[in-house]
């Protein structure tokens, strides 16, 4: 998890923790074959959920709507996180990018971009720790 978030934050990515959370996602296995399906699964989720967050920002919202989205993201969420962790990243992804954006105006381009890519770069290092640290405990099957 460190090892991503200092990478991220080498490279200069925008939100250096989604690439620390990323990692930490994708190690909650007990063996390779899982962390590898966690992997897959936090990667394509987040590429769908960025493609819906970048539709619902382009959209300027008002935030009464997008309080509402906001809530119907939450409930998707947690209503699939236990059965297809993909589809719940469908969820949380426009769910955060959402909530960051009634804060202060976000340009849609760069937060998007910026989800992806340290979301990427978590998931692969999570992904590779899991490849080479020693003593986890981790089994091919």
Known sequence: MLAAGLLAHALGLGHPYWATVAAAAVL??????????????????TVVGVLVAALLLTLD???PVKLAVIVVALLGAELTVIRNYALAMVFVTPLVLLLGSMAA?????????????????????????????????????
């Open 28 to 45: 909650q296995a007990t063996h390779l074959q899982h962390t590898m399906h966690r992997f897959v699964q936090r990667v394509s989720g």
């Open 61 to 63: 919202l008002p935030q």
């Open 105 to 141: 105006p976000v340009d849609t381009l760069a937060v998007t971009a910026d989800r992806l890519v340290d979301t990427v770069l978590g998931a692969a290092v999570g992904l590779a720790a899991a490849l080479v640290r020693p003593g986890r405990g981790y089994q091919l099957a």
